[in-house]
Each structure stands twice: as C-alpha cells, then as structure tokens.
C-alpha cells in the first residue's frame, strides 16, 4: 500500500535560519503529493501541493519539488520566522484519488 | 478558517461510552473524509462520504459508523469506547470525490476517554 516517511522532530532552529523536512514516499502509479502544516490548536491547511513529477509547488516562502526518480518530496524555506513554529505533514494521494496518507509529522520550533 | 466546522470541540467521556462527533461541510462541498490524530498511529483516514453514500473505507473500527446526511452534515459514531480512542478526529470536505479536489479540515474534535 502507499505510505510515506518523513524526518522526525523536533527541529529547532533559529529565526532566518534555512528548514529542510525530508519526505519520501512509495506508492503504485502517479499520486499527488502535499505538504500540510498544523498551527497549535487549530486543523491542517494545505501549504502546497504537486500533481506530477517535477512540479514545484511553493506558498508563503516554502517550495517542494516532486521527484519521482528519488520518490522524494522535500520541503524547504529559506529564511524561517517564529510564526513558521508548527507540525508539518507530508501526504500523498493516490491513484484511487481518494484518502490522504500522511506522514508522521515534523515538530517544528523557531527561536528568536 | 477553512469554512469546515467540527462539534464539540472537547468531549470527555468513560470507557464503554458511546459519543457521536458532527461535521458540516463547506458550503457546496459534497464529499467529507474523517480522519483520527493519535499519538501511536499517527494521522489515519477513516472514511469518506460523498453526496450520502460511502465512497472510500480506511482503518476504521468496527465500533465506529459514520452517516452523511441529505444537508450533507456527517456525524461519527463511536461506540463502546476504549481509553486507546482517545485522539483528535478531523473532518476534511472537498467538492468532489478525490482528484483533483483539495480536502478542507476543520478543527477537529479531541476526544478524551478516561
């Protein structure tokens, strides 16, 4: 079945600091991937997303890109701020187009 | 805000209990998923309905039924609860049913089992 996996947390880093999550998945055919980020006490927003392979996806300063050839698709920012602090999920939609399957989530902690 | 609402927010119950968690969807949206945030299993899909009928089945428990009602409204039913059903359930809705609609989430519900 598909999955996928992605770092484990937390990642503390310091404000304008640079923030890569990896993320990679498996899945049969041609999913859609996305990247969600949960605030604290509040639900999931789409961040970004990618349809096919080499896609870019990017909102708000972070980008994606979807390889296929590595089954990857890793998250980055340049320049992180406090109010990037969150969990970030990987997710994949499958051919089916139905479900998401996420992954673990990554904690992420931006100090001043 | 996504326009997905989830009530109630916090609900605390026993072991044995049977608790029924409702979502409404964006206006328009015709499909809602539910999903439960543990910390052992992590973000699992549930199932999904799509105008009224179940779409899609994921890992749900035979204890749990969920209902999608013609204003579209859907309600989860979780019933003889253990104290491992203690999660955050989420309710997502999109237009349609799967590509290439983007699922909404609402706040989310913490159930607590006690």
């Known amino acids: 079945g598909n999955s996928v996996t992605q770092m484990e947390g937390p990642v503390t880093l310091s404000e304008e600091a640079f923030l890569t999550i990896n993320c990679t998945y498996t899945?049969?055919?041609?999913?859609?991937l996305f990247w969600y980020v949960q605030y604290p006490g509040e639900g999931l927003q789409l961040l970004l997303k990618a349809t096919k392979a080499d896609d870019k996806g990017s909102n708000k300063g972070f980008e994606a890109t979807y390889r296929k050839e590595t089954t990857s698709f890793h998250l980055e920012k340049g320049s992180v701020q406090v109010s990037d602090s969150a969990v970030y999920f990987c997710a994949l939609r499958g051919a089916a187009g139905n479900k998401l399957t996420f992954g673990g989530g990554t904690r992420v902690l931006v100090k001043p | 805000d996504s326009g997905v609402t989830q009530t109630p927010k916090h609900l605390i119950t026993a072991t044995g209990q049977r608790v029924t968690l409702r979502c409404s969807p964006r206006s328009g949206d015709l499909s809602v998923y539910w999903y439960q945030q543990s910390l052992d299993q992590g973000l699992q899909f549930l199932i999904q309905?799509?105008?009224?009928?179940?779409?899609a089945k994921g890992n749900i428990l035979e204890r749990f039924s969920a209902q999608q009602f013609p204003d579209l409204h859907s309600e989860l039913n979780l019933s003889s609860l253990e104290l491992g059903d203690s999660a955050l359930y989420f309710c997502?809705?999109?237009?349609?049913?799967?590509?290439?609609?983007?699922?909404?989430f609402g706040p989310g519900t913490r159930l607590t089992v006690t």
């Open positions: 997502a809705s999109s237009v349609g049913a799967g590509d290439p609609y983007e699922q909404y």
């Open positions: 309905y799509y105008n009224g009928e179940e779409r």
């Open positions: 899945a049969t055919g041609y999913p859609s």
